[in-house]
């Protein structure tokens, strides 16, 4: 059995800290990255975010995650400019990552993943490049077409979700069928045609 050890205020605050924790990390990197002049793009639930705070606040959900896509050939350089902000680089297991200090627990990272690469072999499609970009505020993030091929690709739980988010808002309809592969369009018609699963 759990123990139950925060409630109250206690527990709302730190709620709180966790979600502005995530949007801090997310505010450092993308800072950094942009007075290096390194190209990026911010991928994953905080673009999710971007782009349904935009038609429909209530139907935002917060991420533990922070996900970036960089040029593979920036990665020296993204390593320089972000050490000095307290982020140390490491790849284990094939996966590269910034840990947000040397005492981040494993959720306290930032995922990287290369433009052009597949993040499995499996995957129908490699990682877009990142030469067209949206803002979200000051940071970079995808275009929405690319953002669904990323989701549609990866296609785990918590990506269907997301796209099943943004179904029940309106943002994406079976317009958006023939902008992509028909291994990713029968993924988001099956989505369409059963949105509640």
Known sequence: MIEIKYTGDALWERIE???EKVKERTRRVTRTLNSANIPYAVI??????????????????????????LN???????IAALEPEGFIYRRSAGVSMFLDGPDAKTRDV???????????DEYPEPVPDIDQFELMGEARTLPLQKLLTMKLTSFRRKDQVHILDMIAIGMIDETWLPGF????????QDLLDDPHG
Request: charged share 30%.
């Open 110 to 120: 930032v995922l990287v993943i290369f433009a052009g690469k597949k993040v499995r």
């Open 44 to 69: 994953g639930g905080n673009a999710v975010q971007h782009w349904v705070s935009q038609v429909d606040e209530s139907a935002v959900r917060n991420t533990q995650d922070v996900d970036i896509i």
């Open 17 to 19: 800290r966790a979600v």
């Open 181 to 188: 592969s028909s291994e990713l369009q029968k993924r988001l």
């Open 72 to 78: 593979e050939p920036d990665l020296e350089r993204a």
